[in-house]
C-alpha cells in the first residue's frame, strides 16, 4: 500500500504560480502512470496530466503550454508546477499513481487550488 500526500495549494491571483508535490510513502519507480487530475465544483474529476515511465506526457488542452509535471524519483515525489494560472483553475487537485493494465492505482486526499480574479 502506497500513500500520496499533496502540498502546495493555495490562493493565488490570476496570472500566478503554484507549485504542487505529492509525497508517495514508497518508490514511485514501480508505477508506469502518475499524474494530476483536479475536480472543480460541480463538476466531475479530470486529467490534468499523466506522466509514463518512459517520461511520455500527456497533458489537458487547458493547461498545455501553462503546467509542467516532472518527478524525482530519489524523492519519491512528483511535482505540478502551475503557471499562468486562471480563474477556471480552481478546484482540489489530486494525485494519483498507477499501474496500467493491473488495477492498481492510488490517489491522495487532495490539495485546493483557488485562483482569484
Known amino acids: 500500500q502506497v500513500q500520496l500526500v499533496e502540498s502546495g495549494g493555495g490562493l493565488v491571483q490570476a496570472g500566478g504560480s503554484l507549485r504542487l508535490s505529492c509525497a508517495a510513502s514508497?518508490?514511485?519507480?514501480?508505477?508506469?502512470?502518475l499524474g494530476w487530475y483536479r475536480q472543480a465544483p460541480g463538476k466531475q474529476r479530470e486529467l490534468v496530466v499523466a506522466?509514463?515511465?518512459?517520461?511520455?506526457?500527456n497533458y489537458a488542452d487547458s493547461v498545455k503550454g501553462r503546467f509542467t509535471i516532472s518527478r524525482d524519483n530519489a524523492k519519491n515525489t512528483v511535482f505540478l508546477q502551475m503557471n499562468s494560472l486562471k480563474r477556471d483553475d480552481t478546484a482540489v487537485y489530486y494525485c494519483?499513481?498507477?499501474?496500467?493494465?493491473?488495477?492498481?492505482?492510488?490517489w491522495g486526499k487532495g490539495t485546493l487550488v483557488t485562483v482569484s480574479s
Open positions: 514508497g518508490s514511485i519507480v514501480s508505477f508506469n502512470r
Open positions: 506522466i509514463t515511465s518512459g517520461g511520455s506526457r
Open positions: 494519483h499513481a498507477g499501474v496500467a493494465g493491473y488495477g492498481i492505482d492510488y
